[in-house]
């Protein structure tokens, strides 16, 4: 695929990165993939209130440039031809959202973070509306209602942001997330900035209808949006315009993707039935449906995988969302002081390696003669049960109430035993979006489906977690060796679109060295620690029955102070008493006097 035009390296193609805690800026080389220059930037993140999660656009589009800049000149410091950089693709968080000023390039508002919870006021209204249905408009988006997607953030800037709803009022406000801003920003802005999205990224704001792949104007009306300030959608592979400033001047932005979706492409599960974990603050689980189009009936998101040109076709996914993976280590963290790092305390590897129990096979950390004495916390951990629904439980629950709780609490809790459960949690959530695979394929081949989990993401790094998922979850896990899977996946997207790159040659040139793990507990003892994980669930899902407990007590005070109750207490006994009378009557009156 790559002639000699080119160095050493081949063509090189530039990843902008917008994750949720960096800005990043990566040089592929085709020819391998090996990424030949980076630089990042961290992220500030803007809290205001729980729940609330903002960053400031103007800084984002700042740290991309300086790490444009930086890493630009780290490769002509290694003596790397830059201008065998022949494209540029750009990968983001989905869902984040910004609205700008067109005249004046402004942001109006910080942008929202995908996670960001503020909505959720606006989605109760919606779903009393909607008698509660949850999936009123799946049948249109693949997605249920949520405040995760960009359309209730859109609605609560509008109503909450004076300058947000005058400017729509003036048609000067555009909307993207954060492919569109950093497009809009790099191919001239004011002046010649291109307003597009791609599928991926257009799909999770809940206003793309997932049949026509285009906005919906119906969507739109429901969550009372204009549909002009929407960026034109457009596929994975194309040239979405050309960058108009700084050393990549004059370079084409030919790939744009999702992270998620992208991280499916960069782990080359490009196959139905393939399947990828990616454990970050949060964790995707997305299954490879190829071509064919599958309605969830489980509480998954039908979502997109790629589609690698205008002319070419879409392939879609299966996708469980859990908000709390990682950022629930960081709560125990920060906000309980609890050291939460494996590798740093014996304490807490010792009860993740003693995860598989008394009736099961031992660790090899632990021969069965040490297993009462030193790794005796087997018994206690399971008594624990953590579910970190802070802000609410996505897949496959989707329910924007349910809030976080510890089970299990005793004298003898540690806080090695908070810990383990911690990371349990995020393996039985695992396990929940593995199963609803299952349900939602009733008519797949199973031996179709991968029977390994493709694993990566910043938490993938630590060996212990990995091996204590691949227990919980009850299949082996693979974890290749790649440096930034989403970025890899949109190089691939832009090389298509400049015809330097295929899947076939992908597939044969990028496979890297891959580290795997088989479970080593038995099924007895992880179907009983689920069914506690489950009841625990069921009991995080009700714990707001105490809204009501307020006003009901009120309400009964009130009546026991009214001196009428006893008689209108008495009036259902006596009329059921009467009719009930009355209807003996008439049976016995039409028994002798039959109906002629």
């Known amino acids: 695929m790559i002639n000699g035009r080119y160095g050493r390296f081949g063509a090189l193609i530039g990843v902008a990165y917008v994750s949720s805690t960096h800005c990043r800026f990566l040089i592929y080389s085709t020819k391998n993939a090996e990424v030949l220059a980076y630089h990042e930037q961290k992220l500030r993140q803007i809290v205001h209130q729980a729940g609330w999660l903002e960053y400031d656009p103007a800084e984002i589009w700042k740290h991309m440039q300086e790490c444009i800049e930086t890493a630009y000149k780290n490769l002509v410091i290694l003596e790397i031809n830059p201008h065998d950089i022949i494209a540029v693709g750009i990968v983001n968080q989905r869902g984040t959202s910004v609205l700008w000023n067109k005249q004046t390039g402004q942001p109006l508002h910080n942008a929202i973070g995908w996670s960001d919870c503020r909505s959720n006021a606006i989605l109760k209204t919606l779903l009393h509306n909607v008698r509660h249905n949850v999936d009123y408009v799946r049948y249109r988006s693949g997605l249920p209602l949520s405040s995760c997607f960009s359309a209730l953030k859109i609605r609560w800037l509008l109503d909450h942001v004076p300058s947000v709803s005058s400017a729509i009022k003036e048609e000067k406000c555009l909307f993207g997330t954060l492919d569109s801003w950093l497009l809009w920003n790099l191919t001239g802005g004011v002046e010649t900035g291109v307003h597009s999205t791609d599928l991926t990224n257009a799909h999770y704001t809940g206003l793309m209808n997932l049949s026509t792949q285009q906005w919906d104007s119906k969507l739109c009306q429901f969550f009372r949006l204009p549909i002009n300030i929407l960026p034109r959608i457009r596929s994975n592979s194309e040239i979405f315009g050309y960058v108009l400033e700084g050393p990549l001047l004059g370079v084409p932005i030919a790939g744009m993707m999702g992270e998620q979706p992208a991280c499916l492409l960069g782990q080359l599960c490009v196959k139905a039935g393939q399947n990828v974990c990616t454990l970050d603050d949060s964790c995707f689980v997305l299954l490879n449906t190829a071509k064919e189009k599958l309605d969830s009936a489980t509480g998954l998101i039908t979502g997109i995988a790629h589609k690698l040109g205008p002319e070419e076709a879409t392939n879609y996914t299966l996708e469980g969302a859990i908000s709390n993976a990682g950022s629930t280590v960081t709560w125990l963290r920060e906000k309980l002081r609890i050291n939460t790092e494996i590798n740093s305390n014996d304490n807490v590897v010792e009860s993740l390696n003693t995860f598989i129990g008394e009736n099961s096979m031992i660790s090899s950390s632990c021969s069965s003669s040490m297993l009462n004495v030193e790794c005796g916390l087997a018994a206690k951990r399971s008594e624990i049960t953590l579910v970190p629904a802070f802000h609410g439980l996505y897949a496959p629950y989707w329910r924007h109430d349910a809030r976080g709780i510890i089970l299990g609490l005793s004298s003898q809790t540690t806080a090695e035993n908070i810990t383990q ?27 179709s ?32 060796q790649t440096t930034s899977p989403a970025g890899l996946g949109v190089m691939i997207a832009a090389g298509v679109t400049m015809q330097v790159v295929s ?48 006003a009901d007590v009120e309400l009964f005070g009130q009546r026991e102070l009214d001196p009428n109750l006893p008689v209108r ?18 049976a016995n009156y039409l028994k002798s006097n039959p109906l002629k």
């Open 449 to 480: 489906i991968q029977s390994v989990l493709t694993f990566g993401g910043d938490y993938a790094e630590n060996t212990h977690l990995v091996q204590f998922i691949a227990d919980i979850i009850g299949c082996m896990l693979e974890r290749p």
């Open 503 to 550: 899947l076939q040659y992908a597939l044969k040139m990028y496979l890297p060295p891959t580290d795997v793990f088989s479970p080593t507990t038995t099924q007895n003892r992880r179907e009983l620690l689920y069914r506690r994980w489950d009841y625990a669930v069921k009991r995080c899902l009700h714990w707001n029955n105490y809204e009501t407990y307020e």
């Open 421 to 447: 459960a911690a990371y349990e949690a995020t393996g039985f959530q695992i396990y929940e979006v593995l199963q609803a695979f299952r349900r939602d394929t009733p008519n797949w081949d199973r031996s």
């Open 569 to 586: 207490r008495s009036l259902p006994g006596s009329l059921f008493l009467t009719t009930s009378f009355a209807l003996l009557l008439l």
